[in-house]
């Protein structure tokens, strides 16, 4: 076995070469991964005692993808493209053995090879679209000729992963290894092929899925039509439709031709960096910043959950299916009876909709307790009240807070809960922390977990991964009363319903909103707080008014105190980063995401831009637009809010 450098090694077993690459965290397929491929392979094309060459990662996955950090700055050979050519080219079989997540230019590197194995638990997919991308390494011409142009739109427009089993019925791979025996797989794998003795397959060669009568030939169109309303505003999908067409019409070099200026294109885009800052972003907001000490979050093995609420009983599932021991308690109604209904219900609908088999419902069942007695929570690690009345939330903390071990977390949950006068009541301050899990309907993926003066690192550490395991997006928020996004967003429903007595048509500034991207559904959140009864006034496609007022005038009147506020809350320390008000904003409220939220768009306008705006508007429309002291400082700077 010989080991090349600190991220790759070279053994060769029974004929069969594997190269294993270990860059962690998600071996990106940054200029140095690239490299030990290029030296790898061209080894052991070399070498004459191996026969065939099987592709393997150490660490948690295989190649997440191309190194995200490295856009934007000067392109470093061996490039991507060059790689795959030597592996697609490769005069030996060479076999992807995949584990994790195989994505992005990772999988498009997969399609290359002559052969796909990967492990039970394996995803894999082309997830571009989600950074504002293509997939730029073949994959808009490879995936069509496996699994058909229909299937790939689908597949690469939504950016989903696609678990090994059902990869495996799409061909998207050739077969699955044992669990924990991919490499004694893999190898067992290559040996057949070679014994089989079939000539190299390779993807771009095959035409037999893009053949003009395998498909309707308004295939194109009517996936546009159909799918114009989840597209809307953004420009990676679009591009996707494109370069999946030119699979299908011209010769796979020509395509491939096409893919890569479609793709340099979109990796130019405004769009892009925005989807690029807000993946960084949801990552950073995970982490703790400041100069506490955080020795590391205590594992939470166990949670309870008092009150059998909708949000109540989602965490609990969601806990159940990270393997989490849920204990339920459900007060107000004996043994639990409206929280055991829920669940039930919840997991009939699962199993009858095909999310979830029978098994598998039967094994989250049994990590989740009913009862209706607050004692039985004494194991549980942490434990998240969601009563829905606040004198109640306080009575049910003091009393958690007198029965369950001293180590337990109390989280409190709710928007506009005093977390620091319950905190201080209880005996364990420290271990007392509020959360705020967003209740938007097609994105509840947010949770505002505050911490107080009082709370232990660990205790807001451990709260945040505990959010985390649970597959939901962590923002720490200060103490205050209606934490980020009840802040900024109030600020636009006050400048709303303001606008409105004015005379501007509510219909207007809906249509204002959703140009701009909101979704519909999240302007309807917005205008339920500013514009009351809603029936009362025009449609959205109204664009008549009665005060004489410039619209983008009246977008920057409804989006700049967003901004303005944010900077407020990073004044008074209620947001620790700009881009966790971004987060927020997009996750809790659908700011588009193309945007970057306000924050990085408030950069992007420019922020004196911003700062004179804002005086205008202040000049016109009195104090409420009077620029937070950062944002003067920031200009006076000339800083930026998210760029470093
Ligand atoms: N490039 C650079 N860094 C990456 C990365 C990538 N492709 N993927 C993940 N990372 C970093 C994260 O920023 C994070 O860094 P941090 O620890 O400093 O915060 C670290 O790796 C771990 O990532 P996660 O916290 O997300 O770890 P998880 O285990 O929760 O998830 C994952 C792992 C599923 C691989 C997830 O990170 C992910 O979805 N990554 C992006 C995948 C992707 O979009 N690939 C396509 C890239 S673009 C491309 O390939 C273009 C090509 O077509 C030419």
Same mark, same amino acid.
């Given at each position: 076995?010989?080991?090349?450098?600190?991220?790759?090694?070279?053994?060769?077993?029974?004929?069969?070469?594997?190269?294993?690459?270990?860059?962690?965290?998600?071996?990106?397929?940054?200029?140095?991964?690239?490299?030990?491929?290029?030296?790898?392979?061209?080894?052991?094309?070399?070498?004459?005692?191996?026969?065939?060459?099987?592709?393997?990662?150490?660490?948690?996955?295989?190649?997440?993808?191309?190194?995200?950090?490295?856009?934007?700055?000067?392109?470093?050979?061996?490039?991507?493209?060059?790689?795959?050519?030597?592996?697609?080219?490769?005069?030996?079989?060479?076999?992807?053995?995949?584990?994790?997540?195989?994505?992005?230019?990772?999988?498009?590197?997969?399609?290359?090879?002559?052969?796909?194995?990967?492990?039970?638990?394996?995803?894999?997919?082309?997830?571009?679209?989600?950074?504002?991308?293509?997939?730029?390494?073949?994959?808009?011409?490879?995936?069509?000729?496996?699994?058909?142009?229909?299937?790939?739109?689908?597949?690469?427009?939504?950016?989903?992963?696609?678990?090994?089993?059902?990869?495996?019925?799409?061909?998207?791979?050739?077969?699955?290894?044992?669990?924990?025996?991919?490499?004694?797989?893999?190898? $067992?794998? !290559?040996? &057949?092929?070679?014994?089989?003795? +079939?000539?190299?397959?390779? @993807?771009?060669?095959?035409?037999?899925?893009? *053949?003009?009568?395998?498909?309707?030939?308004?295939?194109?169109?009517?996936?546009r039509a159909a799918n114009a309303a989840s597209m809307r505003g953004f420009?990676?999908p679009?591009?996707?439709?494109?370069?999946?067409?030119?699979?299908?019409?011209?010769?796979?070099?020509?395509?491939?031709?096409?893919?890569?200026?479609?793709?340099?294109?979109?990796?130019?885009?405004?769009?892009?960096?925005?989807?690029?800052?807000?993946?960084?972003?949801?990552?950073?907001?995970?982490?703790?910043?400041?100069?506490?000490?955080?020795?590391?979050?205590?594992?939470?093995?166990?949670?309870?959950?008092?009150g059998g609420t909708a949000m109540g009983i989602d965490i $609990?599932? !969601?806990? &159940?299916?990270?393997?989490?021991? +849920?204990?339920?308690?459900? @007060?107000?109604?004996?043994?639990?009876?409206r *929280?055991?209904r829920s669940?039930?219900d919840a997991?009939?609908a699962?199993?009858?909709d095909?999310?979830?088999?029978?098994?598998?419902?039967?094994?989250?069942?049994?990590?989740?307790?009913?009862?209706?007695?607050?004692?039985?929570?004494?194991?549980?690690?942490?434990?998240?009240?969601f009563d829905e009345d606040p004198a109640e939330k306080?009575?049910?903390?003091?009393?958690?807070?007198?029965?369950?071990?001293?180590?337990?977390?109390?989280?409190?949950s709710g928007n506009t809960i005093?977390?620091?006068?319950?905190?201080?009541?209880?005996?364990?301050?420290?271990?007392?922390?509020?959360?705020h899990f967003c209740a938007s309907a097609d994105a509840p993926r947010l949770v505002e977990?505050?911490?107080?003066? +009082?709370?232990?690192?660990?205790?807001?550490?451990?709260?945040?991964?505990?959010?985390?395991?649970?597959?939901r997006?962590?923002?720490?928020?200060?103490?205050r009363r209606g934490f980020i996004a009840n802040r900024i967003m109030s600020a636009m429903a006050t400048q709303a319903r303001a606008a409105i007595a004015e005379g501007s048509p509510p219909g207007l500034l809906e249509a204002l909103l959703y140009d701009y991207g909101f979704p519909a559904d999240h302007i309807q959140q917005i205008s339920g707080t500013a514009f009351g009864d809603f029936d009362q006034y025009s449609t959205a496609t109204d664009r008549t008014r009665q005060a004489p007022v410039d619209d983008e005038e009246l977008l920057e009147r409804l989006l700049l105190p967003v901004v303005n506020e944010g900077?407020k809350l990073?004044?008074?320390?209620?947001?620790?980063?700009?881009?966790?008000i971004d987060v927020v904003a997009i996750l809790g409220y659908g700011w588009p995401v193309y945007r970057g939220g306000p924050?990085?768009w408030a950069?992007?306008?420019?922020?004196?831009?911003?700062?004179?705006t804002l005086?205008e508007l202040r000049?016109r429309h009195g104090e409420a637009f009077?620029?937070?002291?950062?944002?003067?400082?920031?200009?006076?700077?000339?800083?930026?809010?998210?760029?470093?």
């Amino acid at each position: 076995m010989s080991n090349k450098g600190e991220i790759s090694s070279i053994a060769v077993e029974d004929g069969v070469g594997v190269l294993t690459i270990d860059s962690p965290p998600v071996n990106a397929l940054g200029v140095a991964v690239r490299r030990a491929l290029d030296e790898g392979i061209r080894e052991m094309v070399q070498d004459t005692s191996v026969d065939a060459i099987i592709l393997l990662c150490g660490g948690r996955t295989f190649f997440a993808g191309a190194d995200i950090s490295e856009f934007g700055k000067a392109p470093q050979v061996p490039l991507l493209p060059a790689v795959l050519e030597k592996i697609e080219n490769c005069p030996k079989p060479l076999i992807a053995a995949m584990h994790g997540t195989a994505l992005g230019g990772g999988y498009e590197l997969a399609l290359t090879c002559h052969y796909r194995i990967a492990a039970p638990s394996a995803k894999v997919g082309l997830p571009e679209v989600k950074l504002g991308l293509l997939p730029g390494a073949g994959g808009t011409q490879r995936l069509p000729r496996l699994v058909g142009p229909a299937m790939a739109l689908d597949l690469i427009v939504k950016g989903d992963q696609v678990p090994a089993v059902q990869a495996l019925q799409l061909g998207m791979i050739d077969a699955i290894a044992r669990e924990g025996q991919l490499r004694e797989d893999a190898i $067992a794998y !290559a040996r &057949a092929i070679l014994a089989e003795g +079939v000539p190299l397959r390779r @993807i771009r060669d095959r035409n037999e899925k893009i *053949a003009p009568d395998s498909f309707p030939a308004d295939l194109f169109d009517t996936f546009r039509a159909a799918n114009a309303a989840s597209m809307r505003g953004f420009k990676a999908p679009g591009h996707i439709v494109q370069a999946i067409g030119a699979s299908v019409r011209v010769p796979f070099d020509d395509g491939l031709l096409r893919e890569r200026a479609l793709f340099q294109e979109l990796r130019a885009s405004r769009e892009s960096a925005a989807q690029r800052y807000y993946f960084f972003a949801e990552r950073e907001a995970a982490k703790i910043a400041g100069n506490q000490k955080v020795s590391g979050p205590v594992p939470i093995t166990s949670v309870g959950i008092v009150g059998g609420t909708a949000m109540g009983i989602d965490i $609990a599932m !969601a806990a &159940a299916d990270a393997g989490l021991a +849920v204990t339920v308690i459900d @007060i107000d109604t004996a043994a639990g009876g409206r *929280a055991r209904r829920s669940i039930a219900d919840a997991y009939a609908a699962a199993v009858h909709d095909g999310r979830m088999t029978a098994e598998e419902v039967a094994r989250l069942q049994d990590r989740i307790a009913l009862a209706d007695d607050p004692a039985l929570l004494s194991a549980s690690d942490l434990i998240v009240e969601f009563d829905e009345d606040p004198a109640e939330k306080q009575r049910i903390i003091r009393r958690l807070d007198a029965i369950v071990r001293t180590d337990t977390i109390l989280a409190t949950s709710g928007n506009t809960i005093d977390v620091e006068g319950m905190a201080v009541s209880c005996s364990r301050p420290e271990r007392v922390v509020g959360m705020h899990f967003c209740a938007s309907a097609d994105a509840p993926r947010l949770v505002e977990a505050a911490r107080c003066a +009082v709370t232990s690192p660990e205790a807001i550490a451990s709260a945040m991964h505990f959010v985390r395991r649970i597959g939901r997006v962590a923002v720490l928020t200060g103490p205050r009363r209606g934490f980020i996004a009840n802040r900024i967003m109030s600020a636009m429903a006050t400048q709303a319903r303001a606008a409105i007595a004015e005379g501007s048509p509510p219909g207007l500034l809906e249509a204002l909103l959703y140009d701009y991207g909101f979704p519909a559904d999240h302007i309807q959140q917005i205008s339920g707080t500013a514009f009351g009864d809603f029936d009362q006034y025009s449609t959205a496609t109204d664009r008549t008014r009665q005060a004489p007022v410039d619209d983008e005038e009246l977008l920057e009147r409804l989006l700049l105190p967003v901004v303005n506020e944010g900077a407020k809350l990073l004044e008074e320390k209620g947001a620790t980063r700009a881009s966790d008000i971004d987060v927020v904003a997009i996750l809790g409220y659908g700011w588009p995401v193309y945007r970057g939220g306000p924050m990085f768009w408030a950069d992007e306008i420019g922020l004196p831009r911003v700062l004179s705006t804002l005086n205008e508007l202040r000049a016109r429309h009195g104090e409420a637009f009077r620029p937070s002291a950062l944002l003067e400082e920031k200009v006076a700077l000339g800083a930026s809010f998210t760029r470093g």
